[in-house]
């Protein structure tokens, strides 16, 4: 019964949850917030409850220390040799990496080339790998890519219509990104709903602040509507998603604005926050549409519509659809923007939809299309972190 640690560092915080495998059972998990900060905050939930301190965390290593020295301060582990892995996701695996691969200083080496593409997170990733090497050093580390998933995609899907030797030269091209969620999400779906579908096509919709769908054939991704960086694809919580690339230019000349000053804006300020003025949560767009703001329902329409024509894009793309998937905070727990999109797409498709069940099944993972539905339509609780823990124990048992 090996316990593995699945891992997702950021800039300034780290969430853990450590599962004792093969039974996955989640044992406790945490986070470790305002990393850099004298007021940094550790968590860590075990039995069903959560312990918080407000303490100095001046770096990463400190963070870790923290979470292996509560682990057996709670007699969680009762030596640290009882963790047989650690998993940290990783959100940008370019080109080089279409499965999980063991974190050794190689990938770690690929990991730093590749920071240009991901600046945000990959300096974070690399500092998660090495405070938990040095803190664990006889545990297996494996990297666990959001982009691993698509690298399935043929290039007519991935690559972008600009001079190829940019392409070649830069190594431009869509990356996508959630992977592991979609991956879980299909395999999910699949194997809840569509047990006799012998070649399943799904539609999986990860909706949370930062959103992407997937073409998954078979089990694999075809398509993705994030592009190089998470920026491209449906609208978001702050990010924009696709444009029209002139837009650049022409806000450029605008205002004065160079590109990095802009790209700031379509990542930050754009999106649900940028068109209604106000929130970048749902749940106070929905809110404010309930109180005839007319911007929030501006915001909330073009949201519904970006993600439903991605669904007409993918159901052409895959020849049909068995499954749509809804998922993530806002595709797991929003009954309003569900029957939004779904509004906008169920004549074309013929969807039969249990609007009543919508409403009444959020947080939960099961079907919300009726019976004759020639399309299943669900909402599936996603979890990374068990696909991360699968990952390592498939990693251990030599079997991934
Ligand atoms: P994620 O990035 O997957 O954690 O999703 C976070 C987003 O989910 C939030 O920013 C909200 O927009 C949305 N969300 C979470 N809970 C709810 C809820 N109960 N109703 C509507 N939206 C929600």
């Keep these: 019964m090996p316990k593995v640690i699945a891992v997702n560092a950021g800039s300034s915080s780290i969430k853990y949850k450590l599962f004792i495998m093969p039974e996955e059972k989640v044992v406790c998990s945490g986070l470790v917030d305002r990393i850099g900060h004298q007021d940094g905050i550790f968590k860590i939930t075990y039995n069903k409850e959560e312990h918080k301190e407000v303490l100095p965390i001046l770096e990463h290593g400190k963070g870790v220390e923290l979470i292996l020295e509560a682990l057996k301060k709670y007699h969680i582990v009762e030596d640290l040799s009882e963790i047989k892995a650690v998993g940290h996701r990783v959100v940008q695996g370019g080109k080089y990496f279409a499965k999980s691969t063991i974190f050794d200083e190689n990938t770690a080496a690929i990991i730093e080339k590749l920071i240009p593409l991901d600046p945000l997170h990959a300096p974070a990733h690399l500092l998660g790998y090495h405070a938990f090497k040095k803190a664990l050093p006889d545990a297996l580390e494996l990297a666990v890519f959001d982009t691993a998933f698509h690298q399935s995609m043929a290039e007519e899907d991935a690559l972008f219509p600009i001079p190829y030797e940019l392409t070649e030269k830069y190594d431009i091209r869509r990356y996508g990104a959630h992977g592991t969620s979609h991956q879980f999400l299909a395999e999910t779906g699949r194997a809840l709903f569509l047990q006799d579908v012998k070649h399943p096509r799904i539609i999986s919709c990860h909706i949370g602040s930062g959103a992407s769908l997937c073409a998954i054939k078979d089990g694999?991704?075809?398509?993705?509507?994030?592009?190089?960086?998470?920026?491209?694809?449906?609208?978001?919580?702050?990010?924009?998603?696709?444009?029209?690339?002139?837009?650049?230019?022409?806000?450029?000349?605008?205002?004065?604005?160079?590109?990095?000053?802009?790209?700031?804006?379509?990542?930050?300020?754009?999106?649900?926050?940028?068109?209604?003025?106000?929130?970048?949560?749902?749940?106070?767009?929905?809110?404010?549409?309930?109180?005839?703001?007319?911007?929030?329902?501006?915001?909330?329409?073009?949201?519904?519509?970006?993600?439903?024509?991605?669904?007409?894009q993918y159901f052409v793309r895959l020849g049909g659809a068995d499954l749509i998937i809804f998922s993530a905070g806002i595709g797991e727990n929003s009954d309003y923007f569900r029957e939004e999109i779904l509004k906008r797409v169920e004549e074309a498709l013929n969807l039969k939809i249990d609007y009543q069940k919508n409403k009444d099944l959020n947080h939960q993972t099961a079907l919300i299309s009726k019976e004759d539905s020639p399309i299943k339509v669900a909402i599936i609780k996603t979890d990374e972190e068990l696909m991360i823990a699968r990952d390592l124990e498939k990693t251990l048992n030599g079997t991934l």
């Design 220 to 312: 694999k991704s075809v398509a993705t509507s994030m592009g190089l960086t998470p920026l491209g694809g449906v609208m978001m919580g702050t990010r924009s998603g696709d444009l029209d690339p002139s837009i650049l230019d022409y806000i450029s000349t605008c205002t004065g604005k160079d590109v990095h000053e802009i790209y700031t804006i379509l990542n930050k300020k754009s999106g649900l926050l940028g068109v209604s003025g106000l929130s970048n949560d749902t749940r106070d767009i929905e809110e404010a549409i309930k109180n005839g703001n007319q911007q929030a329902i501006l915001a909330g329409a073009i949201f519904a519509r970006r993600i439903a024509d991605y669904i007409g």
